[in-house]
RNA sequence: CGAGUUGACCAGAUAAUCGCAUUUAUAUGAGGAAAGUCCGAGCAUCACAGAGCAGGACGCUGGCUAAUUACCAGUGAAGGCGACUUCAAGGAAAGUGCAACAGAAAUAUACCGCAUUAUUUAUAAUGUAAGGGUGGAACGGCGUAGGUAAAAGCUCACCACACCCAAGGCGACUUGGGUGGUUAUGUAAACCCCGUCCGAUGCAAGAGACAAUGACAUUACGGCUGCUCGCCGGUCAGACAAUCGCUUGAGGUUAUUGGCAACAAUAAUCCUAGACAGAUGAUUAUCUAAUACAGAACUCGGCUUAUAGGUCAAUCUCACCAU
RNA sequence: GGCCUGUUGGUCAAGCGGUUAAGACGCAGCCCUCUCACGGCUGAAUCGGGAGUUCGAUUCUCCCACGGGUCA
C-alpha cells in the first residue's frame, strides 16, 4: 500500500477518536472520520495481541486486505482499524472478511456488487 | 543392542501473479539468537579529559585481544563407577563484628568421669582432654604400640599441618626427602586490608542550516556526575518539524602458514537491509521431515536465555552378550 | 532505544542471616445463642522460578520470568 494513504501524525490519530464513528466486531474495530483531503488509514495493534512477529504479521494482513478495498471507498473519509485480542488467531481470509463485514455496516462503500466478489 | 558424555551443523527451496522499502533504474531486502541489556570497546559531546576524597568492579597461572574479571589452555578444589562437568579460587597471625538452638564450655573452657592428697567418708583441693553427651565446628586424626597414680604428642609408626631442601615446569603447582610435636574453629557472596582497573553522559549522543523575533541575565546562571577544587560558556523559547549522523567495518568468504586452542599473519575475492506509524505479505503449483523459537533501529567482540524436526563427529564412556 | 524499581496466605502487607515467617480484612470449621449478629478458638504460605556462598537464606550473590515507573 501506498505511503500517500497512510495516517502518520499521532494528533490526527487522537482527532479521529475523539470525533470519528465507531463499529466493532469480535476480531476489529473500525472508526471512521470525514475529512477534506483524501482517504488516509491507520492500523493500531497493541501489545495485549502478542509479540513482535504476530503484530507485524497482522498490521501486514490488514494492509494488504484493506489496498484491494481502497478503490471501492468513499474517499472524503479517513479510517483507522484496532486489531482486538481475537485477531492474532484469525488467518487472512478471516480478516478481509471481517473487514469487508464493518465497511458495510458503516455503509461506506459505492459499488456493492464488485466489493463483494473481492477474495 | 541399550544407557550416556562432549562438540559441531542446517534453520526450507524453486516458479508464477499482485503488493511494500531503498533506489533515476536495474538490483537488493531480517537472525542464530536480530532477544535479555549482563560485561567490554568504537563513535559523539562536555576541556585533545584535569586533581583530591568518596564510591564501584574484579582477584590461581600463562596466553590472546582494539578492549575486558566474563574468551582459550592449564593448576587446584568439589561432584560423578566413568567419558566428563562445575567453581567471584588473594588475606582470618592488621583490626572489628557474627556463630540461633543445643551443650559444662563457642575462643575460651573442667559438668559428669578417671586418678592422687587431705580429712569431717562424702566433701574439698590438685592433676588430667582417654571415655560421656551437644553441635556444622571442642587444645589435629588414628593405634591389640610404649609410657603413667590416672592421663596427655609425653614417646613411636602412618596420615594431616607448618617450615626447609632437591628435581620437574615460563608459571600456578606437582613429586620426593628432611625438620618441627604443632596456641587454636568457621564466615571476607559481613565490615575490612592488600593489589589491579574505572571521569560523566549515551545516536532520544550530537552536527551544521533555516530564523526572524521574544524573555531572562553578568560575584548570577548553566555545562560536569556524590562532595571539594579547577576549567569552559551568555542561556532559554521559537524547535515533539526537516536534513545529516546511517552503514566499507578492529567487515565477510575461501585458501595457505603458525598455534593444543582462543587467535594471528599472508594472498585472492565480495559489497550483502538502512526504515522513522517504522519495509518481507497474499494466492497457486512442485519437492520435502520442514507446522520450532522468533523481526534489524548507531556499530562491533563476548556472555546468558528461548528453540520444531533432523544430520554428523569422537579410533569418547558405562553395562550386558560373544570370542 | 536507554535507565530505575518491585514480586511474601484469596486481598493489603511487616520482617537486622537463626526457635513454629508478625498483623489486618476476607474465607472455611468449631464454640457461644432459641436463632442471627457481636465475641472466642483453630486452619490454610516450599516467601515468583532456578543455581551458588554459608553450619543455616524470605534476607547475601548470579541467571531467568512477569509487573510498575521514568527520560524527547
Redesign the pocket.
Known amino acids: 500500500?501506498?505511503?500517500v494513504y497512510?495516517?502518520?501524525?499521532?494528533k490526527s490519530?487522537e482527532y479521529i477518536h475523539k470525533h470519528g464513528k465507531s463499529y466493532a466486531n469480535t476480531n476489529l474495530v473500525l472508526i471512521v472520520a470525514p475529512t477534506k483531503f483524501n482517504l488516509k488509514v491507520?492500523f493500531?495493534v497493541s501489545k495485549k495481541l502478542g509479540?513482535?512477529?504476530v503484530r507485524?504479521?497482522v498490521?501486514?494482513?490488514l494492509?494488504?486486505g484493506f489496498?484491494l478495498l481502497i478503490p471501492y471507498l468513499n474517499t472524503h473519509f479517513n479510517y483507522m482499524i484496532i486489531a482486538r485480542q481475537n485477531a492474532a488467531k484469525c488467518?487472512?481470509?478471516e480478516l478481509l472478511s471481517s473487514v469487508k463485514h464493518l465497511l458495510l455496516k458503516a455503509n461506506l462503500v459505492e459499488n456493492k456488487q464488485d466489493f463483494n466478489n473481492i477474495v
Request: positive net charge; glycine residues 4%; aromatic residues 8%.
Open positions: 500500500m501506498n505511503k497512510r495516517l502518520k501524525s499521532s490519530f491507520g493500531s509479540k513482535a512477529v507485524n504479521k498490521k501486514r494482513r494492509r494488504e489496498r488467518d487472512y481470509h
